[in-house]
Structure formats: C-alpha cells, structure tokens
C-alpha cells in the first residue's frame, strides 16, 4: 500500500494552487496503519532548497487501512517555496517525495507552491481572448510606403508567392533582407478581416525601425520602420482597431539591438559617447557581447541607468511614447534574460501610464519556477508579468493530436501549470500552436523531424497528408480555445498556410486562395470562446486522461462546462446532462451520451 498525497486534490491540499501572503494552507496525507507511524512533518522549503520551516502534523482520523495527518501553515512573503514530508515509523525514518502525479520514499522531487501578492491583477479585456500574432511583412500591404530612409540593401519580391530567402550569399550569410512590402496600412485594411473572425488582440512583431525583415535587429526604437509607414500610419491603425473592440500589443526588444543602430555605431566610434555603457565591450570597439554570438546583435547592458531611463523611465520613454500613440501593451522577447528589476520597472511604468496595459513575457518553459542564467526568475511572485506565452501546452497538444502522447502527458501538462500559475495568469496566458519561431501548426502535425533547409525547402504536402493535417488542426484548435487563457492564431494559420521553422513559416498571407472551411472552423472557435463564460474565464479540472482519451471541466460562477476529445482507436460513448455546444467527429448524439469518433471532440453544458 502506498502513502496517499495528491497536491492537486481538496482533500489533501486546500486551497488548490497558489496562496495569498498570510493565507492559511491545509494539508492532508493518508499512511496506511501497517507503517506504524510515529511522527510525520511537513518540511516547507525556500526557492534554493534551504530549509524554512518544519510544521509538525496531527494524527486526526484512522480507518482500517490509513491514518490520516494533518497540519495548517501559513506564509507571509511572496516566494516561491518547495515542501516535503519527512515520516518517522517505529522502524525508520525517510523523506516522502513527488514522483509523478504519486509518491515516493526518499527519490523523487519535491512539490511547489507559489505565494503571490493579493494586488495581482490583469486587464479583464485579456482574459479568455482571441489573440492574432502579425509578422507585419507578410500579411498584408495597402499602397506604397516612403523607403527613402529604409537600411540598405534591401530588396522587395514582386510576386507573394514566393519562397522567402532561405540560401546564404557568396559570403556564406543569410542577410534577411528580402522584403514582401506588408505594411500597418494593410493590417489597418484587413481589420474587418480579423474582427469577422473574432480577434480582440493583435499582436505584432516588431515594427521599429530594423535592417532586417524580422526587424529584431532594432536600428531606432523610436521610430516606425519606413517599409511599414509611419507614426501617424500606426495611431489610425489602433484607432481603427479600437473603434472594433479590438487590442493592439507590440513586440518589445529590449536584450540586444541591431549592430547597425545608432546607439552602438556612436558607441565604438566615440569612447566618450555615453551609449558607450549600453554594451559590454570585452576588447573595445571590436569585441563586445552580443545575443547568441551573433556578433549584428549585440547585447544591452539592461540595467544601466540611462538605457533603463530612455527604454521605460524618461518622460518621452520608448515604452510611453508607443502607447501613447494607441499601443495596449507588450510581448517582451527573450524576458529570461531581462533581470526582474528591469521587468519590474517596465510593468510599474506601463500601468502608470495605461492602467489596464498588457505585459506577456517570451517563456518556453513553466515560467512560475525558470531557472535562467543561474538566477531564479521571480515573474508571479513579484507580479512582473500578467501573462507569458504557453509553449508547455503547445508542445503537449501537438503531441496528443498526432497520437505520439495518450492523453496522459497532455492531462499533466494542463494540470502542473493550473496549478503553478496564479488563476489570473492562467486566466491569460497566451495559448498557441505556432509563431514566427516554430514550424506552423499544420505542418508540425504532420511532420515534426527536422532538416537542413535546402531540403525543408523541398518538402511538401500531398493531398493526402494535408486533408489529414487539416483534421488534426481542428482537434490541435479546439483544445487551444477550450483550455483556460488567451488562444493566439499565427497569422494564416486560419487560411490552411503550410511551413516548416524560419523562414519557411513566415511567407505572405495567401489573400482570395483561404481554405474557407477552415476559416470559418476558426470563427465558430471564436465565437464559442467569446459566448461562454466558464471557456473564458472558468478554472479547470482534468478529469480524465488516457488511453487516446482527455476530458475535462471548466467552472465559472456563471456556467459549467465539460470538455472531451478522443484520439484512440475505438469510439467513446460519454453521459451527458445538458446542451451539446460545440463538436467534430462525432458518430452518436443522443439525450444523454454523445458518441465521439476516433478524433472527435465535444463541449457540453452541464
């Protein structure tokens, strides 16, 4: 028999996730009677594994089979803190630890919960939202835009269709200076597009001034990027888009700069130059850090006082003057390497200037416990973050939908960030299965190995595989908008676009040649989203996952629902006590089961 302790259960941990400072916590552990328990105490830890506290428990119930133990903490500072059990017997003595989803003596890990400021909240408008992630120069272009001052050489394809560049030069180097000529007049033209579809969110890749087509690689942080139009460009397009009801969130690239800005090209040619303390010049002006040992990125010394001030502090900041201008918010690229004080500051600033601003961070993993650069991040517990992008749950439901993962991995996956993060970050966490940075959805369905790119450049779709990645990217879909959080769209991907990784993923939006079907899949996704409350902003609860099989509730005051998917072999027959709202695959639909087809998937109202 095994010792009995699920954190994720009322009856072992109460409340669920994570605390307020000085809520009261009660824990709950069952050792069966054999064991001969003696002594058993909660060992509470600090985020280093440095011991804090030992809370003594209580025997307070006993069956034929088990004892159970209790005990009550409370903790005061906002931290992140680790636990275990350490159980003497009246033979020995060990640590019970986390092992999975059960329990372990002495090898395993410990459990996590998080204590996170009572203050914290996000903007109500981002919760349960519908996301639409733009790389401005390949979605759309509405006439000419001003080039005199764009970075040369550049050139523009004259047919969309086109291959983005992907072959490196004579000099061996990938310049990324192919540009498609999309521009915010276009995004601005399309908005009737997108509100049709049911976007509250735009979300933009960089739009500052840049020599390349990425434009990560900032030039002028103060300034539009020329191929995309101009300042006055950018305040009619949040203007029109608020008008629609709709949110426009920019990419802030504060890590590095582009080798060719102003900032660095004044600092290694004047060593007085005061944006000479921006960089970290290992053999000055030759040798300096720069991002991933790309030496046209070099990196910002973040907290140097006169960056910080121009970046966030400084009246006429870059961080004001954009929102200002109609900006709502921003995606901080690469936050792991942005120290907390600075993320800090830049949240404080934004919300002092838009109170209901949106700050999403670039996290690849659990953000509630990353570890980056020997340094644990603090981005909940100090409240520096309102969201992050969800790469844990991409990776899983792509693996469900292609049969590489039984429901078990995805079930666990929905479940360990549930309970990390805060409900408010969860309730906006910016849910996706594609970007600029990964192979698009429909593609990685179907094909997840990895090439150079000359030969990803010859791959391509049959018909077969792409009906049958098609029906993969509903399921994939549907899981995204059911699950708590805000649901991203890559550009195109509603229109059926294919692509492996970068550059292959970022071609130009195929206008008048859109699968419809999969459209207006996406809008009813949308409008099912938006129509009902407990798919916005309900809490989950995995309640089964399995054997092809993943099912789970989500709970708002207002409405309960429950949400199926069936990835295995044989068809799955689930009761039912109220409306079918949503569903796919399904073979039966009767008064009190539905029928779900190997790749069905459902939304009943309890």
């Known amino acids: 028999m095994r010792i009995l302790f699920d954190s994720r259960l009322s009856q072992f941990k109460s409340p669920f996730g994570t605390l307020h400072p000085g809520q009261d916590c009660r824990i709950q552990i069952q050792i069966p009677v054999s064991c001969q328990t003696v002594k058993t105490e909660l060992v509470l830890l600090q985020e280093d594994g440095t011991q804090l506290q030992r809370e003594e428990m209580e025997k307070c119930e006993q069956t034929e089979l088990y004892e159970t133990w209790r005990c009550n903490f409370c903790l005061t500072q906002p931290a992140l803190y680790f636990y275990y059990f350490h159980i003497t017997t009246q033979n020995e003595s060990f640590r019970l630890l986390k092992q999975g989803s059960d329990t372990n003596m002495e090898s395993g890990d410990w459990w996590q919960v998080s204590v996170v400021d009572g203050k914290y909240q996000v903007p109500e408008w ?20 001003d080039c005199t001052d764009k970075l040369k050489p550049y050139w523009v394809h004259e047919n969309t269709d086109d291959m983005p560049v992907y072959l490196p030069n004579e000099k061996g180097e990938v310049l990324n200076n192919d540009f498609y000529g999309g521009n915010l007049n276009g995004i601005r033209e399309k908005l009737p597009y997108l509100h049709e579809l049911g976007v509250q969110i735009l979300y933009l890749n960089p739009i500052f001034m840049a020599f390349s087509t990425h434009r990560y690689d900032t030039y002028d942080y103060k300034r539009v990027d020329p191929m995309l139009g101009t300042e006055k460009d950018f305040t009619a397009l949040c203007d029109t888009a608020h008008a629609l009801g709709m949110r426009v969130i920019l990419d802030g690239v504060f890590s590095h700069v582009g080798d060719r800005s102003e900032y660095f090209q004044q600092a290694i040619h004047d060593p007085e130059s005061p944006y000479c ?13 720069s991002w991933w040992g790309i030496t046209t990125l070099p990196c910002i010394n973040k907290l140097e006082e006169s960056y ?17 201008l109609g900006a709502d918010g921003y995606r901080l690229d690469v936050v792991d390497e942005l120290p907390d004080v600075f993320v800090a500051k830049l949240r404080r600033r934004i919300r002092e200037i838009k109170p209901d601003a949106l700050l999403i961070g670039e996290v690849w993993e659990d953000a509630s416990n990353k570890i980056a650069y020997d340094k ?20 899983a439901i792509l693996r469900y939908a292609r049969g590489e993962d039984d429901g078990r991995e995805l079930g666990e996956r929905i479940m360990q960030l549930a309970e990390n993060y805060p409900p408010d970050v969860l309730g906006c966490v910016m849910n996706l299965l594609g970007t600029h940075d990964t192979p698009r959805a429909l593609t990685a369905l179907i094909d997840s190995s990895d090439a150079d790119r000359a030969e990803l450049a010859r791959r391509h779709m049959s018909d077969e595989q792409r009906e049958r990645g098609k029906r993969l990217l509903r399921l994939a879909a549907f899981l995204e908008f059911t699950l708590p959080g805000m649901a991203c769209i890559y550009y195109g991907d509603e229109a059926g676009m294919e692509g492996y990784r970068d550059p292959f993923n970022r ?33 989950i609860t995995v309640l089964e996952s399995g054997g092809g099989r993943i099912m789970f509730l989500r709970r708002c005051n207002e409405q309960s ?18 409306r079918l709202l949503f569903g796919g695959n399904l073979s039966e639909y009767m008064p009190k089961t539905v029928t779900l087809a190997r790749g069905g998937y459902c939304v009943m109202e309890k």
């Open 126 to 145: 981002a919760r349960g939202a519908v996301m639409y992630q733009i790389f401005p120069d390949r979605f759309a272009a509405d006439g000419k835009c």
């Open 277 to 289: 303390k921006w960089f970290d010049f290992k053999h000055y002006p030759d040798v300096y850090t």
């Open 308 to 324: 910080v001030n121009y970046i966030i502090e400084d009246e006429d900041s870059v961080v004001a003057k954009w929102l200002r």
């Open 376 to 395: 644990r991040r603090r981005y909940f517990v100090d409240c520096e973050l309102d969201s992050v992008m969800n790469y844990p749950w991409q990776k």
């Open 507 to 539: 071609k130009f939006y195929p206008w008048g040649r859109e699968d419809t079907a999969l459209q207006q899949f996406y809008r009813e996704l949308a409008g099912l989203k938006r129509d009902n409350p407990a798919l916005r902003c309900g809490d």
């Open 561 to 578: 629902v429950v949400i199926c998917c069936n990835q295995s072999h044989e068809p799955w027959s689930v009761r039912h006590s109220g």
